[in-house]
Structure formats: C-alpha cells, structure tokens
C-alpha cells in the first residue's frame, strides 16, 4: 500500500516517545533465555524483536525470523547450542540471500553440527543442536560485526568461555562493544585487546538483574533529518535517551552539527534543534555507523548540498543493496548519485521533483530516510509498513509532529 506525504511543516516543541534499541533488545532478549534472571524495562516493540522473542520461546522445529539479520546471526548460535533439539532456522526469501558462511564455520570450528538446506553459506539452515566443546576460534571480521556478537552472546555459557581471534578490517564495531558491555552489566568477565576477544565462563546469575534498553539512536536519525529541514529556530525532544550509549548511531549528535543541527541531553531525553545554516559533510567514514547511511544522504539531498560518505561496504548485503536503492530513488527525485561497492557520492542540486513514487525493497530505513522530503515536496512512499522492522509507530509519529499524509 501506497502513502502520500503532503508537503509539510513541523510543529514546534513536540515531545515523542520512541522505542527501545532492537539491538539492544534482541541482545538482552538472547540473554535472557540464556539467564532467565534478567528482566527487561522499554523493550523493542520492533518486528525484529517480537521474531526474536517468538523465536526463543517456540519449540516449534521450524522457526522462521523473517527480515530479522540480528535474530538469524544470534538465534544460530544459540540453536547451535541447544542440545536434543534439531531446528530449521529459515527467513524471508531477501534473508536466503544475505552470508552467514563466516558464523557457520566458526560454529563448526566449535563443534556445532549445522547444514545448509539450499545454498551453501545462505540461510535456511538445520541446526542439531551440541555441547560445544572447543574454546578458540578464528574468524573474517570485516563482513558482517553480528556473526561475533552471535559467538559473544552464547560464550559464557560454553564451558570455557570463549577466545575469539578477528581477521582483517572489523566492521561495525560499536555494535561489538555493545555486546561486550551488556555481558559485563550481568557479570560476564570479558577482555577485547588487538584482534582478540576473550569471555570467561559464567555458569549462573546469583541474583535478579534490572536492564533498561535505551531508545532506539537509528530511530532517532529521522529526526535529525527532519529537524535539519527545518526553519531555524524549530525542535522536538525525543526520549529515552542518555548521553553515555551503547549505540553507535548515537554518533548522529556529532554529524548532524555540520547540518546546523544542536543537540541537548536532558535527563532522560534529547532536545534537537536547528539553529543554524547547514553546511555539506564532504568526507565521512560510516563504516562504525551503517544505518544512518540512507538517513544522513537524503538528508543531504534535501539540503540540495553534496556529499561523499565512505565505509558503507556492508550496505550491500542488508535488507536490500542500501546502496543502489539510495542511488535509484535520489535519482528519480531528480538527483545526481555515484556508487561503487562502498561509497556513496551525491552532487549538490537545485530542485526535488514532487509526486515521485519511492520503492522501499522491503526495506524499513528506504521509507523512513525518505519520508523527511515531506518538508519540502509531496511524495509517495510505497508498503509504507515496511516500517515496522524497527520502528511500527512511525507514521504516528510523524502526523503528531505536524507531518500531512493519506493512504
Ligand atoms: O548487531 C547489531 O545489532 C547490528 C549490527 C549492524 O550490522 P553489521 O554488523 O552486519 O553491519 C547493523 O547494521 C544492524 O542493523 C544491527
Ligand atoms: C541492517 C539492519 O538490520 P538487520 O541486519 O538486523 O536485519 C537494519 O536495521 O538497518
């Protein structure tokens, strides 16, 4: 289905609430069926989420997690280890073409017994589920950080512990210290020097542990966006945020300041504003940030402002290739975009064409990215759901901070 954003503007001073971090969550939710002692306060309220949390508690011998990368990565290490249970783990048919060879074999290399169904290195996978008996494993650290966070989550559990030994360039690697540091907030012992990861052993909780998952930052970045189209002088305040995250994107404080926008933490929330001219980001290296890739070049294309973003080389192997996606669609809004396999180059430009159809590709962050043109033209956004992925009440949201839009 198809929806049609009216040009708008924002209502000053709003205040929204967005949901928990769907990395944090599907990270604590794997915890917790590891520890049930652990109790979880603002979880996602995210699609990957609810797979993940469906997953955990199936007994079913097929279990599918749709669009869900994170939930694939994790539940495979966790199914691995799961013994007398034989699991198909399978997914959308955009998840079958998505690697998972690198977490595999390191599995394998710990004593998993796991085949590939159709195609090698592909999901669906069976999984027999073992006691995994080897403690050392090395693996390519530059395609995707989630086949080491999967190995991280189950490691305390081995017995043990786990040394991990990452090859070439890692990728994404907040998303690794995120992992590391909700282990060390239920006790898990952990060292992460050069290339090699260590988790020690940790049989048992002893005691009840409270965590509170932070507000979704990849979340946040449609906010950035709309803000930096903005007049100056409007803001909104989105919650709950702290100053001190886990989360990588939480980087988008610092970008969006060359967009003339300011961000001010409150006790539990941010205030964003924009207070002054936006200037171009000529050269920024994404490859700790990947989801605010599609945020931060539409932003820019809004602006009508260049801009050259590097490091996006793992765009290509998420919900869609991110990165032809981008460039079709900036395109048929009437911009100028070059790729190669992990950059992105937008030419500054003078017009946005009004009434364009945006195809989303199943994927959530192709229609959120876009939907802040509606400061600045009508457009459509089509299986305007897709949002739900990660952020299912997003277009409420929107319409209460001012933004028109029909079905
Ligand atoms: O571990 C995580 O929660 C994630 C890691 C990143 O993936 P890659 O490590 O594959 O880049 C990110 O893009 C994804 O949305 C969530
Ligand atoms: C890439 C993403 O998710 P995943 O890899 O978990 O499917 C995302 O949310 O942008």
């Not at 969550?25 to 603002?42: C, G, M, V």
């Not at 988790?199 to 990849?218: A, C, F, I, N, Y």
Request: glycine share 4%.
């Amino acid at each position: 289905m198809n929806l049609h954003l009216h040009k708008s503007t924002i209502t000053n001073h709003k205040h929204v609430q967005i949901t928990g971090s769907k990395s944090e969550s599907n990270r604590l939710l794997l915890l917790q069926a590891l520890y049930p002692e652990i109790q979880i306060e603002n979880i996602s309220q995210s699609d990957d989420s609810q797979v993940m949390q469906q997953a955990l508690q199936s007994n079913h011998k097929i279990v599918d997690i749709h669009h869900a990368g994170t939930a694939m990565r994790f539940l495979t290490a966790y199914f691995a280890t799961k013994q007398d249970r034989e699991t198909k783990l399978t997914g959308s048919s955009r998840m079958k073409e998505r690697p998972i060879g690198i977490l595999v074999e390191a599995l394998k290399q710990l004593g998993a017994k796991i085949e590939y169904k159709e195609n090698d290195g592909y999901p669906p996978l069976l999984i027999t589920g073992q006691q995994l008996t080897q403690n050392k494993v090395t693996l390519k650290a530059n395609v995707s950080s989630q086949y080491i966070s999967a190995l991280l989550l189950i490691a305390p559990k081995l017995e043990n512990g786990l040394q991990l030994t990452l090859e070439g360039t890692i990728t994404s690697i907040p998303y690794i210290n995120m992992t590391l540091d909700l282990l060390a907030q239920i006790g898990v012992e952990t060292s992460f020097k050069d290339q090699v990861i260590t988790v020690k052993p940790l049989p048992e909780l002893k005691e009840k542990k409270h965590l509170v998952v932070e507000s979704d930052w990849s979340s946040a970045s449609y906010y950035y966006s709309l803000i930096a189209l903005s007049e100056i002088g409007t803001s909104v305040t989105i919650s709950s945020y702290k100053k001190e995250s886990l989360q990588g994107d939480s980087v988008l404080a610092k970008i969006y300041k060359t967009f003339g926008v300011s961000t001010e933490f409150n006790k539990n929330s941010v205030t964003i504003s924009k207070t002054s001219k936006a200037t171009a980001i000529t050269n920024l290296d994404l490859q700790k940030a990947p989801d605010i890739a599609q945020t931060i070049a539409v932003t820019a294309f809004g602006l009508g402002l260049p801009c050259h973003l590097t490091g996006l080389h793992t765009l290509k192997i998420k919900e869609t290739d991110r990165l032809v996606a981008l460039k079709t669609e900036i395109e048929k809004l009437g911009g100028s975009v070059t790729i190669t396999n992990d950059s992105l180059t937008l030419e500054a430009s003078t017009s946005i064409l009004k009434d364009v159809q945006i195809e989303t590709y199943n994927d959530h962050r192709m229609a959120m990215a876009f939907a802040p043109l509606a400061l600045k033209t009508d457009l459509i956004i089509k299986d305007y759901m897709v949002v739900s992925k990660s952020y299912p009440t997003f277009w409420e949201d929107l319409k209460r901070l001012g933004i028109n839009y029909t079905l």
